[in-house]
């Protein structure tokens, strides 16, 4: 893992441990063909792309209970405990990834079907990391435009 991986990696298990109680396993599961929601965080600043979170759709809901502390939760308050892991990881990391002495500003979590083409041209670099949990894999991915960095 380079550099820029491990801090993704890094502060992404640090949050989910510390906000939904997700504790990482060692072994990998297989990446099976299963349903996922994602989630991207605009940001803008020093510089600019987009942070996502793909999660599988049966973490979900235990994602939802540990933040909330309840039962029974419906899906529009699970794609909200979604959103805000991905708001809480990407608001820390930027200024880890980027410089702590830059300003940025983050646009609301949004749910997404796929990654949206603003930030797939020859400016903008990819960082991703698997975060295999026992409520499954984890794909966290980093969108930046590496002519600002």
């Given at each position: 893992?380079?550099?820029?991986?491990?801090?993704?990696?890094?502060?992404?298990?640090?949050?989910?441990?510390?906000?939904?109680f997700?504790?990482?396993?060692?072994?990998?599961?297989?990446?099976?063909?299963v349903?996922?929601?994602?989630?991207?965080?605009?940001?803008?600043?020093?510089?600019?792309?987009?942070?996502?979170?793909?999660?599988?759709?049966?973490?979900?809901?235990?994602?939802?209970?540990?933040?909330?502390?309840?039962?029974?939760?419906?899906?529009?308050?699970?794609?909200?405990?979604?959103?805000?892991?991905?708001?809480?990881i990407?608001?820390?990391?930027?200024?880890?990834?980027?410089?702590?002495?830059?300003?940025?500003?983050?646009?609301?979590?949004?749910?997404?079907?796929?990654?949206?083409?603003?930030?797939?041209?020859?400016?903008?670099?990819?960082?991703?990391?698997?975060?295999?949990?026992?409520?499954?894999?984890?794909?966290?991915?980093?969108?930046?435009?590496?002519?600002?960095?």
């Amino acid at each position: 893992m380079d550099k820029l991986e491990q801090v993704l990696f890094d502060f992404s298990v640090k949050t989910f441990e510390e906000l939904a109680f997700f504790m990482p396993v060692p072994d990998e599961p297989e990446d099976a063909d299963v349903s996922t929601k994602m989630t991207l965080v605009r940001f803008s600043g020093f510089t600019d792309g987009g942070f996502y979170i793909k999660l599988p759709d049966s973490a979900l809901p235990v994602l939802a209970q540990n933040i909330l502390a309840e039962d029974d939760i419906p899906i529009e308050q699970q794609l909200d405990a979604l959103k805000e892991v991905a708001n809480v990881i990407c608001g820390n990391i930027l200024p880890q990834l980027a410089g702590k002495d830059k300003q940025y500003r983050l646009s609301a979590p949004e749910i997404v079907d796929d990654f949206i083409s603003d930030y797939s041209g020859s400016e903008y670099e990819r960082v991703k990391v698997k975060i295999p949990f026992d409520e499954g894999l984890v794909n966290v991915y980093w969108h930046y435009n590496k002519n600002s960095i």
